[in-house]
Each structure stands twice: as C-alpha cells, then as structure tokens.
C-alpha cells in the first residue's frame, strides 16, 4: 500500500514540475513585449476639437506674492479655434496654489486698432495678432513695483482697506495686462490680507 502511494505522490510532483517549465517556457519564448509605448490613433480617429482643447500656451516665471521666490504666470488658449477661443490667465505661485484664474475672450488680445475697425485684417491676420499678443503677453514690462505709486489716487471702485494695505507695501508686485473689452487692468497681491486683487479694470 505504501509504495503504490508513494509512486502517485512522485507523479503528481512530477506533473506539477512539467506544468511550471510549460509556462516558463512559454513566457520566455512570448513575442509580446510588455512594456509595449502607446502608439496614438490615426488622425482620422481622433476626437473632434471641443471648448476645451488647448491651442496654445505661454509661460513665465515672476515675483509676485512672495519677494523671495518666483511665481508661475500661464496664458492658456482653449477652444476649437483661435478667434472664437478663451484665454485662461492662471497664476499660482511656488506651493502650486491658485491665487488667480481668469477667463478672457481671444479678440481681448487683439490691438485697439484692430478692434475699432474689424474689417483692417483678414481672420488669418487676426489669428496671427492674437498669438503674437501672448507672447507679449508676460512682457517685463508689464510688471510694475511699487503696485500703486506715491502719487496715484485711490479708485472709487477699490475698497479703503486693500488701498492702504497696498500703499503700506512698497514692495507689492502689480502685473498690469488688458481684460475683457479692452480694459486696462492691474493685478497685485496683498500679503497683509492674503489675496490677490484687480486695483485697476
């Protein structure tokens, strides 16, 4: 009795043996390489351009809420195309919190003279402005200290509190750029108060 279990014993250790260099043998012999990149569909299967599709982006690096480090400064341009798109102007400094986010129309981009008299360029000519105008967009001159100068006078639309925060920091960074309508505005942040404000629009 006891040899014969001993044989099947061995046999099945044997089979199971013989099952392991199978898949080994297998796997090893395998044409499919596992770490295979992703290869992108063709043109003709990619998804149409939607709202938020990005056409194009600009960046730049500038102190802004804190003096001793550099914030990061995004334009980004979305949508299906370039005239009809919006520009999203997002700042966020070096602990990657936002401290703005706004939404622009494209043809804010576009200069005055092209505004007042849309017949002066054709669509391709204003597509080429706009994107010209983003990386303007972040100029080093568009970055103003002090925030507010000795001389200005406080704006009607700007609250009591933030003004005189804002002139008892000589060191506050303004960034002026223009917004919706062609507007003129400045953005500064106040670190008294902890938050970021348009003292002109």
């Given at each position: 009795?006891?040899?014969?279990?001993?044989?099947?014993?061995?046999?099945?250790l044997l089979l199971q043996l013989s099952?392991?260099?199978?898949?080994?043998?297998?796997?090893?012999?395998?044409?499919?390489?596992?770490?295979?990149?992703?290869?992108?569909p063709a043109p003709s299967e990619r998804s149409r351009l939607t709202n938020n599709s990005v056409l194009n982006t600009v960046r730049a690096t500038h102190a802004f809420?804190?003096?001793?480090?550099?914030?990061?400064?995004?334009?980004?341009?979305?949508?299906?195309?370039?005239?009809?798109s919006r520009a999203h102007l997002i700042v966020t400094n070096s602990a990657g919190d936002t401290l703005r986010h706004e939404v622009l129309p494209a043809h804010a981009l576009l200069?005055?003279?092209?505004?007042?008299?849309?017949?002066?360029?054709t669509m391709r000519e204003k597509e080429i402005a706009i994107l010209k105008s983003?990386?303007?967009f972040f100029s080093p001159k568009n970055f103003v200290q002090p925030a507010v100068p000795a001389s200005a006078e406080?704006?009607?639309?700007?609250d009591t509190q933030i003004w005189k925060a804002l002139r008892e920091d000589?060191?506050?960074?303004?960034?002026?750029?223009?917004?919706?309508?062609?507007?003129?505005?400045r953005l500064a942040y106040i670190r008294?108060?902890?938050?970021t404000v348009v003292i002109s629009q």
């Open positions: 009795m006891k040899p014969s279990f001993l044989l099947l014993a061995t046999a099945a099952a392991c260099v199978t898949t080994d043998r297998e796997s090893g012999s395998s044409t499919k390489d596992p770490r295979t990149t992703y290869v992108p809420s804190d003096p001793n480090s550099q914030d990061n400064f995004v334009l980004q341009l979305r949508g299906t195309r370039v005239l009809n200069s005055e003279k092209v505004l007042t008299d849309p017949a002066a360029a983003m990386n303007n406080q704006p009607a639309e700007v000589p060191a506050t960074v303004a960034f002026d750029y223009t917004g919706a309508g062609g507007a003129e505005r008294k108060l902890g938050k």
